[in-house]
């Protein structure tokens, strides 16, 4: 798999971002400049289908950090929790989870 962002995908990555209060200006916006040229490479299977957790192409096994985490919607009116993780040996955006 290798494709790019739906705008909904576009929009968890861009709200994790602006909600990460340890980030900074300068981080947000290379962070929001990188996030425009993700692509996915790999779904989660779980099954859910309010879940969107996913691997970019920057993901290696071994290397996720953690680094923005923000709070949305799912569907209507169910809260939604969205995690962001580095390649913490490239600093390339790596993957998205998404948790209840
Ligand atoms: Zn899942």
């Known amino acids: 798999m290798n494709r790019v962002l739906s705008v909904f995908e576009q ?3 861009k709200e994790a971002i602006f909600q990460e209060p ?3 200006d300068l981080e ?5 400049e990188q996030s425009k040229k993700l692509c996915v490479i790999e779904e989660c299977d779980c099954g859910d289908p309010y879940c969107y957790s996913v691997k970019y192409s920057g993901y290696e096994v071994g290397t996720s950090l953690g680094f923005a985490d923000g709070i949305l919607f799912r569907g209507t009116d ?4 969205v995690i962001l993780f580095l390649n913490s040996r490239t600093g390339e955006i790596s993957e998205l989870e998404t948790a209840k």
């Open 11 to 13: 929009e968890l990555v």
């Open 22 to 24: 340890d980030l900074s």
């Open 28 to 32: 947000k916006t290379k962070y929001l």
């Open 78 to 81: 169910k809260e939604m929790r």
